[in-house]
């Protein structure tokens, strides 16, 4: 009878070892985006949504769970979801938990919304839901 208690609990002892062993590589879970802010600056310290031409627009992206393998890919685009010609840009995260985008508005652009997307690139081992695109609306005045 002894003999048997022993031996379930090694076998379970080594079944929970295997379970964790296997999740190592995902510790924090997948990663996920928490939040995008636009602001005027690069901490994110003045966060408005309202900007000139010529002035510089900063989306700082933050992230959640294991973003070892992670990319992040930022664009502006018109109100009908076309992108900005040259606004496009990603980065490979490296366990970042934020990102920091930034572009200088174009002399002369058109008053109007345009759109801010932060998209999270998983590496394709990945596993597990989260989001993974969130989108500001920025005001050209």
Known sequence: MKKNKY???????????????????NVGGPASLKNLK??????????????????????????????KNAKVEFVLSDKNERPISESKRSFDLKEEKTA?????LPPGMSSGRYYITAKLIRDENSKGMGVTELRKAVEVK
Request: hydrophobic share 45%; charged share 20%.
């Open 100 to 104: 920091v985008y930034w572009l200088e």
């Open 38 to 67: 636009i602001a005027s600056d690069e901490e994110g310290r003045v966060e408005t949504r309202e900007f000139k031409p010529g002035e510089k627009v900063y989306a700082i992206a933050e992230f959640s769970g294991n973003t």
């Open 7 to 25: 031996q379930t609990i090694y076998v379970a002892t080594v079944m929970i070892l295997l379970v964790l062993g296997c999740n190592l590589g």
